[in-house]
């Protein structure tokens, strides 16, 4: 009998061991396949991650964390920091950033994701220090790791904070350090997450001119590229720098195109950002009605997503649209609700002017001790800005007038004087000198600007007197891509109709490669002489590349033009290409009219360039109807 038992006892035991050995064997293949899921979710895009796939493999990746590494468990708070930043959710990616890097990281470039993340989170509710403070602890890892992409990125990040704390001079030379780098690495030039960063930290300096250049090259990067789900924090970018410019019109145009792409990506915090973009476009415009219901949407989504930053700017615009739709105690509880929030916040240079509206309002209330405080605190903060922005890089903005662009030259040169003590004593000796060249300097550009003028007269006058066009002349590249912008602009301003020609000799090397120039020479005036004999008096015709032609309707639909279009081809394709025997010339034609949302003319063309017909035998034809600008 006890035999028996010690049988029974003994099978039990190995049933309970087998059983304990297939729980460790599962267990140690769902660990490989967490581990393997993160590695390949770590590897794509952060718009291309699937929320309910990431959240669902990290949820048990971090119920049982301590069976995995720690880059892998950081690796999961960076897939979870980029869903939450994929829904606008800042507070959520925030602290998912904070508790990766409360881990003992192995990985350092796992480590500088992290911070720039936190950065990140920082920047958006309005806390700079943080944001400073982060990016020089990123940099001092970057330069340990070697890591170019990382340096470019932190550098970026400092950049802009120091342009957000009014520390122009020192945001001017962290960009050219970036531009440095970006010179011996062009691979970066392209790079859209830094290129974003570096047209924030120039507008941020003021610089809106250059912040509008880069981010129209970012926008035609992700047309180019195909990366289209983050397009309304692109059109946002690039209105805002209109917006600053005082092109009121393109602004208003460009928030709209991020309206647009926020509700197709059904994003709330986007739409709000378009919502607050329209309503000061509005306020500007004198449509107080319009601009009050827009940014009170705003203020709504602001509010509920506890996003400090852009709430503050909201409810300033607010205040100014309730006083100019004369609801004088609506503008008073909202610039009490702007007041509570300022605390927590850094304000930067375009918020200064809450100090005023607050002076004023208290003023109106009979609090005069209040109200000439927060006047004196305007009048500080106000000074900070304006004294660093006289060495920033708004010198060198090109739009400035010349007179002040020499009186601010006068001011960096005394600045750069005074910093030296050797020289402290003989500054005011100094900046006399300085004023007489300044003076001198002026004389001298306002000379050459005349004599510039007076020559590009003569040449002109001279230009239109000798050459008597004939009718196989077309304009040259550059003066082709000239006549195209301007016409471009000007039918936008004054909206009317353009339509816009593209020819393309698709063939075009091989006519190179099998004729002699002569041929070539003919077969290029023969081309031109049929193309202006088939346009009117007031259209235009041009060179774009050899091969590549661009023809201009103006106060033309495409509708209209089309005709022309067709006889164009026939006429080449009866008179023309008989000479070459057998060899077949592929040519195609692609029409089209710019629409409203069509804001920069370059990237209109390389569309329309792009939709042309393939090329094949003979002669392929395209026509695209817009309902004009």
Known sequence: MKLIILIIFILLNLHSLNALASEDIALSLAIEKNTQKIEEFFNLTKNSLVSDEVISVSSEVIKQRK??????????????????????????????????????????????????????????????HKVLEISNDAILIAKSTVNTKYMLLTLAYRSMAYALLAEYEKAFEGLQKVESIIEKNQAFSENIELLEIIATAHYYLGDFKTALTINQKILKLRYDLSLKSDLAVTYYNLARSYHRLGMLDDAYNAYWETKKYAQEKESDVQLAYAELGLGEVLLLQNDFKASYIALLKAEKIFKIQSLDKPYLNVVIALAKSSYANEKIESAHQFLQQAEKVMVSMVLINEQMELYLLLSAMYESKGKYEKALYLLNQYIVANQQFSENKLSNILLRNNSLPEQDKSRQLVIKLAEKSELSATYSKKFKKQAYIIFILSILVIVLIVFIIVYAIKERSRRINIAYDEREKPLYFLESPIATKQIYQRAYKKARKYDYPISIGYISIDNWKELTFRFNKKILTEVSKTIATLINEHIGEFDSVGLINEGEYLLLYPHQSSQDVEKEFEQLKDALNVRFFANLGDFSVNIHFTLDTPSVQDIDPYIFLSRLSETAAPAGSGIEYSSKKNSGL
Do not use: E, H, P, W
Not at 89 to 96: I, K, N, P, S, T
Not at 104 to 125: E, F, P, T
């Open 67 to 128: 069976l995995y590494s720690k880059n892998t468990i950081a690796k999961v708070f960076i897939l979870l920091a980029n869903v939450a930043s994929n829904k606008n959710d800042v507070d959520r990616a925030f602290q998912f950033a904070n508790d990766g890097l409360m881990l003992s990281i192995n990985d350092l470039s796992l480590k500088l994701n992290l911070l720039l993340k936190v950065a990140s989170g920082y920047y958006a509710k309005g806390q700079y």
